[in-house]
């Protein structure tokens, strides 16, 4: 006989089965303990009282009680009911909690969190400050859990894209600074004005902001599971796996979207039941042990998306998996390198979701070279999913922290060696696969002039992917954005592939035993726009900046050349002295940018001509295409201002007319109580109607203040895309002046016959010759003559404490863009500029960001001194930020005394 005694000491509830019924509960029961087989009970002098019925731990607080409660059952927490719309951390299901309502338990002792059907368990974690020493700054942002996301900044608005597995876009958000206010008018338009046209990914973000701003997304409940019982998250006896789906798909138990792109929710691989992370955790669908739901195309038996990379390859085989060997070496066949935006262009997603099913189910039997897989956006798209979806990525979750770390170091001197070794430490797997990759990522960038794609914009699209930090911690990609992005642009640009001279560097070595007069042209990779000549004399190479504006080029202001081209052959026949006096020589002898090019393609010169000329054509018309395009923003740009200045002169005429209908409604009410009994009520009658005018007018002078508002927000979106449009121009124009420059400095071909053999008709066309700048930048390098550069020291423009009128009189005979940054008299430690613009005196409010910058409006105080924010305005436009602001801070107050 098998005999047990009560046990006095409790420890909560117990789950069991019936095993008749196969029902599976928690039941208070008898506590008991097994004491062996005996032939009879013992007997005991005092039988024990019956133990209390335990109080059962709550799976969930009710009530909306915001109470703290703590027992045994709980872990030790202390637990209280809150609301997150600022994505917090569950520590159960690890996942975010967010959304419009969603309700949190969390300790009020260690901060962890929990979604409601989450709180299952929780002695397995026990109340302790849970915080990482490497992440501690990162830490704060989890424990706010109450915001406003209409009051959400930029940065907010990346976090939550990092959270909701949207992160894809958030190089597009940051550039467009994206507010919390504008995402909620975010529409299936404003995505596309975004260049955001995946349907599924236009879907996916559509229903995630509904669900931030509203809480009530779209459901579909489910057809397949509807009808099965449910029971207990302990007994389903699902295989649930985490799955990144390639479409839009609906959780099996919510109804409610799998949000994101990537990694959106677990799937069983029994029964095909699907759910969110935290739907998993309450009462789901017994799982049947059969596939119910049909396989997808995209299911594979032995999956190469979304597997470990050492159960792919190994790098004594092979340096990297098939699928990425497939892609990088589809990518760099023939001329697809340069593909313009190779890895910055989505496509639609039909196209890479059928490359990614062919290659997950068999990738060795995928041939690249079929028609249908010949885009080059497609495979590289496909490429970016298969990084994206590796369960550890490439430089590891775990040596996140030390990256990050390292490149903070303020011994910057040994960093670089740092990084080194800590690339060295990874598996060697992960290593492999890095090393491929960064040579791929250089390959890339030395075809910047056809691709754009830099190794720094590829260092800042792959960061994400490549160098991210565990799940709990994946905000943490926002803050240190730049930082990563730094550290795989430093191994794209120091591995061993590279040349082992940088760019500068080797063409100083290409010029250094060339006679004096040889001179090369190239583009300026810091300043796009911008070039700088090298040019040989005394044996000594001189650099000298070549300044672009408005479509003029020349060496100082004035300028007065239509293009390089123009500029270089003027000064073919003339001394640099006029420019400047050391410079006493002509520019004789050019040296070919495009020997090495020509070497490798190799052909008669005829056929290099034939091919430089095609390469100007395909660079012409794609500037012809782009610059029709601004055209039409611009049309569009100016006819929106026009419309708000109309509105404006509508507006005021309505505040005339209230305040005149307001001067009546006043006279009338001081008449009727003089006016006699008889003509009250025509009085009364009158002021009636007045007040029925009044309200008329009220109600247009609502309507236009939202008609402006509408109009002044669809002319920010303009001048946005037109200043997208404009880098793309710029880069062209470039292209097009260098490849002129070596069809008639070095080919020796006529001006006028290229244009004709391009189609070019007339002189160059200028894009910006609208008043709207073309950044020139300040260069740091050395050796660079250049005109004589403003003193912008802050002694020369920061002042003390000054009224507006004494800034004024200080500056009504200064002339025009003369500037200087006072401390406001009535706002103590405010900052105010006062500059002179067409003849008056204009005063801007310098705004102090939250994190301590600078800058004239709330979104741009990125400016980190008021030093950083005058040499930024010397060279940019003011018109970004005032359309009647078309000028510089030119000359600082102290220099023209």
Known sequence: MIVAKPVLALSGWLTGENARTREIGEFPATYVEYIGDVEELPKEETPPTPPPRPQRPPRRLTGGSNTPRANDETGGHTLSETSAMKPVWCGQCEDFIWGFGSQVYRCTACDLAWHPQCMVELAKFPCKIHKSKDLEEEEEDYIKFVTNPDEWEVNDVLMWLAATNHFLYAEVFRENEITGSQLRQFTDMSLNQLNITDSFHKHSLLLAIQELFTGNSETRKSEVFSGLQTRGSKGTSHLFKEQNFTSLQWCDKCGKCLWGFYRQGVLCSECGFQCHRKCMFDSVVVCPRRRVRIRRESDADVPVFGAELGAQFRPADKPAPTVVMKCVQAIERGNLIRTVGIYSIVPPGSEKNALKTALNQSAKNVNMDDEEWRNPHCVAAVLRMYLNELPTCVFTEE??????????????????????????????????????????????????????????????????????????????????????????????????????????????ERLKDQDDGVFIVRDSRRFPGEYTLTLRKGGVNKLIRILHKEGQYGFSEPLTFSSVVELINYYKTRSLASYNPKLDIRLETPLQKYEQDDEEEGGSDSGRDADILQRLTNVHQEFMKKSNDYDEIHNDFVQSEQEITDYHEELEAHREIVKIIDEQIMLHESFQKEAPPQNRAILRQNYELLMHKRHEAKGILITLDGEIADMTEKTRVLNKRMNSIKPDIIKLQRSKQQYYLVLTTEKGMEIEKVKEAIGEEGSERNVFGRGCDIPNGNPQEEDIYDVPEVDLAESQWLHGQLTREEAEELLKTKENGTFMIRESARRLGSYAVALKHKGAVKHIEVKEGTRGGYGFAANYTTHPTLCDLVKHYHVNTLQVHNPELDTTLKFPWGERR
Do not use: C
């Open 399 to 508: 040596k996140y922290p030390s990256f990050v770390k390292t490149s903070k170091d303020e011994n910057r001197e040994a960093v670089g060696t740092m990084l080194m070794e800590l690339v060295e430490n990874l598996p060697q797997e992960n290593k492999s696969v890095l090393m491929y990759l960064l040579r791929h990522f250089y390959k890339i960038s030395q075809s910047v002039e056809w691709n754009d794609m830099s190794s720094k914009k590829l260092a800042s699209s792959f960061a994400p992917i490549l160098l991210r930090p565990n799940r709990q911690h994946i905000m943490a990609l926002v803050a240190n954005h730049e930082i990563t992005a730094g550290i795989i642009d430093f191994l794209i640009t120091n591995g061993e592939w590279t040349e082992k001279l940088p760019r500068r560097e080797t063409v100083s």
